[in-house]
């Protein structure tokens, strides 16, 4: 149980389009969502936290107007990096919980590389 | 303060046992979770503590001492599959609700 699925695994993009990145709980609802942002031999960084029906959270740095997030129902949040540039090239997760408690539940990824 | 501070980088041989220390700051403090990550995939869930002592499970344990601010992720028999990054983890209580902060991550090498 707890499946969360993420996608697309690879994106390639050329520098200022927007790309659009779907995580879903398969099995579970989940009223919260994150988004965190790895590079390369680094730590997961946390990016926002969504709650269905509501604004997300941004962590302090993160740009809100770049990194767009919805999540729109208790099982699909939504990130969109809109106009794209290289250095927003990285590995993107999502993770939801379906409690107050650990663990939290990862997708697989989404590595972003931006031409 | 919320960070976390991990050995960047452990070597040990196949069917030895390695352990991986985590310390903290103490502000707002509820519970550490440890986490398993290999290159390219998606990080896993290994162990929760919330309260002090060790919780074991199959081959890997976990330790808190929250008197101490110290955690540690206490990996038996090692297998070469083992070799991946490992993650501490707190949990953040917040006016938003709760949320996950990783630790820097300590890059595990298993050798034969």
């Known amino acids: 149980g707890a499946v969360v699925s993420q996608h697309p695994s690879r994106v390639i993009c050329k520098s200022g389009t927007s790309v659009k990145i779907e995580c879903r709980s398969l099995?579970?609802?989940?009223?919260?969502m994150f988004w965190y942002r790895q590079f390369p031999k680094q730590s997961l960084m946390l990016m926002a936290t969504?709650?269905?029906?509501?604004?997300?959270?941004?962590e302090q740095g993160v740009e809100k107007d770049k990194f767009l997030i919805n999540h729109a129902s208790l099982t699909l949040s939504t990130l969109t990096v809109t106009s794209a540039h290289p250095e927003d090239s990285s590995f993107y997760i999502c993770?939801?919980?379906?409690?107050?408690?650990?663990?939290?539940?990862f997708g697989n990824g989404t590595r972003l590389t931006v031409t | 303060g919320q960070s976390l501070e991990q050995p960047s980088e452990v070597t040990a041989v196949e069917g030895a046992i390695v352990q991986i220390n985590c310390t903290y700051q103490t502000s707002g403090f509820y519970g550490l979770s440890w986490y398993q990550q290999h290159d390219g995939g998606a990080p896993t869930f290994l162990s929760y503590n919330a309260l002090d002592g060790l919780e074991e499970t199959g081959r890997f344990s976990s330790f808190l001492s929250r008197s101490d601010s110290y955690g540690y992720l206490l990996l038996q028999e090692l297998q070469m599959k083992d070799s991946a990054s490992y993650f501490c983890?707190?949990?953040?209580?917040?006016?938003?609700?709760?949320?996950?902060?990783f630790g820097t991550g300590t890059q595990l090498k298993v050798e034969l």
């Open positions: 099995d579970f609802q989940a009223t919260t």
């Open positions: 969504s709650n269905e029906g509501s604004k997300a959270t941004y």
């Open positions: 993770s939801a919980r379906s409690g107050g408690l650990p663990p939290l539940h």
């Open positions: 983890a707190r949990r953040v209580v917040t006016g938003g609700g709760n949320k996950l902060t």
